[in-house]
């Protein structure tokens, strides 16, 4: 979710006051969530109800924001020692967790590429293809292609911030057209042209749903893959991840294109091919100002390429088939023993800073001075919230939890809990951020996995997926909350479209859930 005092021009009056009485909750909700759960929460060990009571508060505090999220987390995990849950070494052993890595070498990638503008060429290059910029169905596709592509290795408010300037260029160069042949007057009206709203649309939802298509590509990814594999014992690979997760992302991609583009019909822009010319020459000439490729994109595409074939040959080497071929598994077994994904995301990202580009002056890809721009908040936010997640197996909170949860929500089967975990996620996702709310719903699921003897990875998967939802509200993420400060995306249209695509995406992550994942995880 978005931190408001960034984006506080961006929302009308009502909604910046809503968020100055969201934020000032937080300071009678925590310490009150704090004392009541604590209180009556008698039926736990003395670490267990602490615990309980540490976990409410911060989550009062995440879903408030009183303080920046990656402070609430680091003060959780401060007041588990203080208070006694466990020891300073245990807690904070988990801000050191492999997983912790992956995302450190995943953010410096992402950093060379955008210092480089790698990211930029990749989104002109395929943006220039004429079947793509030649129509507006085209475009609508083709914008939303490039968003979720990018978005599946860098951050969704990078990928929307970059992505921005590029969809407002192609639409300004449709309407000089529209202004030319008098169908449109001097300034961009989304009430009159609602396809300008359905590009905006395209930019912010498509880096959201981008986002679930690796485990770099969003937090509550790897939030999942960590505490999956800390409670569970389950070890979900990259390359499993994405044969899950690219078909959703694809069924998501195709239902919001023609939910854009069923909601905001263009029905006054001109037809003719020479809309399509014009755009197709702003494109070129954006294009062409990014320059012929250089030393650093060049340097960034061999790390990015070298880190994404060791992050999924090993999935492939574990293919049917191929995992009974003995050199095939020997080779399985090294990478898992000697290349994990952490230890390849870090050598990736080191190898940004051995690789020059210019040996005459000593300069390299990446520079001590960029890389540490990287998002060090959602680093110890997730560090945080894996602490705690994992405290709470530990300390049988998630078990009472489960047990307590399941009499009240008759979730018996995998597939009940694993839909009222979706709905969770999504509705979590609304109101705070998605990381934070991967950090509350997936321990809660878990456990109540366990508790009642069900597989907890569907739960715990749904759980994260509908953590990355939230397209209600422009505070409900920061790239809906930077496409509304463009003007172009009156609150209704982001409403009446966030609410029908939340709806077709619980039933999406359900229905693909139920397909694949016994295909997928079947030897797990």
């Not at 080779?331 to 994990?340: G, R, S, T, V």
């Not at 929500?409 to 951020?433: N, P, R």
Request: glycine share 10%; charged share 10%.
């Amino acid at each position: 979710m978005a931190q408001v005092s960034e984006y506080d021009e961006q929302f009308s009056p009502l909604e910046q006051r809503f968020e100055h009485w969201r934020k000032r909750t937080g300071i009678v909700l925590a310490p009150l969530a704090f004392a009541l759960v604590y209180i009556f929460c008698d039926g736990l060990t003395p670490q267990g109800r602490t615990l309980a009571a540490i976990l409410a508060g911060t989550a009062m505090l995440w879903v408030s924001e009183l303080i920046p999220l990656p402070a609430s987390a680091l003060l959780g995990a401060a007041l588990c020692v203080i208070l006694g849950v466990a020891e300073a070494k245990t807690v904070l052993a988990y801000f050191g967790d492999p997983i912790i890595f992956v995302f450190l070498g995943g953010f410096m990638l992402a950093r060379a590429m955008s210092v480089h503008q790698l990211d930029r060429r990749i989104a002109l290059y395929f943006l220039s293809i004429p079947i793509i910029g030649s129509t507006r169905a085209g475009m609508l596709a083709g914008l939303g292609i490039v968003t979720a592509f990018l978005s599946m290795w860098v951050s969704n408010t990078a990928t929307t911030a970059m992505m921005l300037p590029i969809g407002l260029g192609m639409l300004r160069a449709i309407h000089r057209l529209r202004v030319e042949r008098n169908e449109a007057s001097g300034e961009m009206n989304p009430h009159a042209w609602p396809f300008a709203t359905a590009m905006m649309l395209m930019i912010a939802y498509g880096a959201s749903i981008g986002g679930i298509g690796t485990p770099v590509g969003s937090p509550p990814n790897l939030i999942a893959i960590g505490l999956i594999k800390k409670s569970v014992g389950v070890d979900v690979t990259f390359f499993q991840w994405m044969l899950l997760c690219v078909p959703l992302l694809i069924a998501m991609g195709i239902v919001l294109f023609g939910l854009l583009y069923v909601l905001h019909p263009d029905r006054r822009g001109p037809k003719s091919s020479v809309s399509g010319a014009e755009v197709l020459s702003y494109i070129r000439n954006e294009r062409a100002q990014v320059g012929p490729w250089n030393a650093g994109q060049i340097n960034t595409l061999i790390a990015f390429a070298i880190a994404v074939t060791l992050w999924i040959l090993p999935g492939i080497l574990a293919l049917p088939g191929l995992k009974e071929v003995e050199w095939a598994s020997n080779l399985a077994a090294w990478f898992k023993a000697h290349m994990p994904e952490s230890i390849v995301a870090v050598m990736a990202a080191i190898l940004l800073f051995f690789l020059p580009t210019d040996l005459r002056e000593g300069r390299f890809t990446l520079t001590w001075h960029e890389a540490q721009k990287i998002d060090w908040g959602t680093i110890l936010l997730f560090g945080g919230g894996l602490a705690l997640g994992s405290l709470m197996f530990d300390t049988g909170v998630a078990e009472a939890l489960g047990k307590s949860l399941t009499g009240q929500l008759g979730a018996q089967s995998l597939w009940a809990l694993t839909a009222i975990s979706i709905v969770l996620g999504i509705i979590l996702s609304e109101t705070t951020s998605n990381t934070a709310s991967a950090n509350m719903v997936i321990p809660v699921v878990i456990g109540i996995s366990q508790t009642t003897g069900i597989d907890p990875l569907p739960p715990a998967l749904g759980a994260c997926l509908g953590a990355s939802y939230g397209f209600m509200l422009p505070v409900s993420t920061p790239p809906n909350a930077i496409v509304y400060g463009s003007g172009l995306v009156p609150l209704s249209r982001m409403l009446r479209a966030g609410i029908i695509f939340d709806v077709l995406g619980f039933f999406i992550i359900f229905v693909g859930l139920r397909l694949l994942y016994p295909i997928i995880f079947a030897h797990t």
